[in-house]
């Protein structure tokens, strides 16, 4: 496997392609839920979501950015095959929770302008695909940093304020369920791909400056009365499509996980964990939870081919698999004829079939956020 030193030489030649790599109520989706599938004893008012692609269910297609999804073959097993803005096939992890916890089936976008107060009332998701917690990621792709969702929320709490009053709203935040998903593009698109950040930070330095940086913006949703937080951690990066095809030895012929990537994101997760635990004890008195949420664990298993079924662990299913995302995965673009047999939907981003397996995996998680 090739090391972090020899693989460096890579990063320029990519420089330009990675940048650019990177409401109504369905009845239908519904029956898919089955009874068991349900939150029990568990209350959310209201499912609020930070973060990047994972998280997004199409901001950017409302901002100035080439990093969108927003058109085939994007959203081809979602509802009437709409390409809403979703880097994957169909649902995402925050569909599933939001169903699950029995407020929606669909996450709308913030920045939809046509959302209605019921839409707005019951959640949505301020995230933009990109984007990450350190202030330099999203300028790569001209995204929405988090510190601007931290100021989204703030308007979104204005506008329920005024349509519902200052008590329902602030009833709806206390008892709300705030998911934060970020981290991954700070380490594969910023640190690993542009040389700023390697002049003055190691990685292990990097790490403590990015969860710094977590940190200071969960701490800015607890200042804005957030009392029911889930930390996504990072993903076994060494596993992503695109990072086996940039940094492997023989990336078309010997298509395994990169462990020398996937270990700095193990690393990051034990710190992180340590960091969510003290904010955790210091919190112990007011009733605030703040809960890991583990998709490193699951996904390696998907990409090792342990306990899942998948018949392609290590390309997409859009293209070749080995590079495509965001307009590189387009219409002329050739599709898998099944997306569920792919653990991923493009180079970087996981199918419907992957997000339903990790919402399960982190169904434990979310019920000791919002249990009653």
Not at 113 to 120: A, F, H, K, R, Y
Not at 177 to 188: E, K, P, Q, R
Not at 210 to 236: C, K, N, S
Request: with cysteine.
């Amino acid at each position: 496997m090739s090391s972090l030193t020899s693989s460096s030489n890579f990063f320029f030649p990519h420089l330009f392609l990675f940048v650019f790599i990177f409401a109504s109520k369905a009845t239908s989706a519904r029956n898919l839920a089955s009874v068991e599938d349900k939150a029990v004893n568990n209350y959310a008012s209201t499912i609020l979501i930070f973060g990047d692609s994972t998280v997004d269910p199409g901001n950017n297609n409302y901002i100035n950015t080439p990093f969108r999804s927003n058109f085939p073959p994007y959203g081809k097993d979602f509802l009437n095959q709409t390409a809403t803005g979703r880097f994957t096939n169909g649902r995402l992890a925050n569909d599933f929770i939001a169903n699950y916890v029995g407020l929606k089936d669909y996450v709308p976008p913030y920045l939809d302008p046509n959302l209605s107060i019921q839409e707005l009332s019951t959640g949505v998701s301020f995230a933009s695909a990109g984007s990450g917690f350190d202030p330099l990621t999203p300028t790569i792709s001209n995204v929405i940093s988090v510190s601007k969702q931290l100021e989204y929320l703030k308007e979104y709490k204005a506008k329920l304020e005024n349509r519902i009053g200052k008590e329902k709203m602030e009833y709806l935040i206390y008892n709300a369920l705030f998911v934060v998903s970020a981290g991954t593009n700070d380490f594969v698109v910023n640190y690993f791909t542009i040389p700023i950040r390697r002049r003055n930070y190691t990685i292990p330095t990097y790490m403590d400056f990015v969860l710094q940086q977590a940190q200071q913006f969960i701490q800015g949703l607890l200042d804005e009365g957030a009392r029911r937080i889930g930390v996504v951690g990072l993903p076994p990066i060494g596993c992503l499509p695109v990072v086996i095809s940039m940094y492997s030895d023989n990336p078309f012929s010997k298509r395994e996980c990169i462990d020398n990537f996937s270990s700095i994101a193990r690393d990051y997760n034990l710190k992180l964990q340590t960091q969510l635990s003290t904010m955790q004890l210091k919190l112990a008195n007011t009733g605030s939870r703040i809960a890991y949420m583990d998709v490193y664990g699951p996904l390696e298993d998907m990409s090792l081919r342990r306990n899942y079924d998948f018949d392609v662990v290590n390309s997409g299913c859009c293209g070749t698999g080995f590079l495509e995302a965001s307009f590189l995965c387009n219409p002329r673009s050739s599709v898998c004829q099944d997306a569920s047999k792919y653990v991923y939907w493009d180079s970087i981003h996981p199918t419907e079939r992957t997000y339903n397996l990790l919402y399960q995996a982190l169904r434990p998680a979310i019920d000791s956020i919002i249990k009653i």
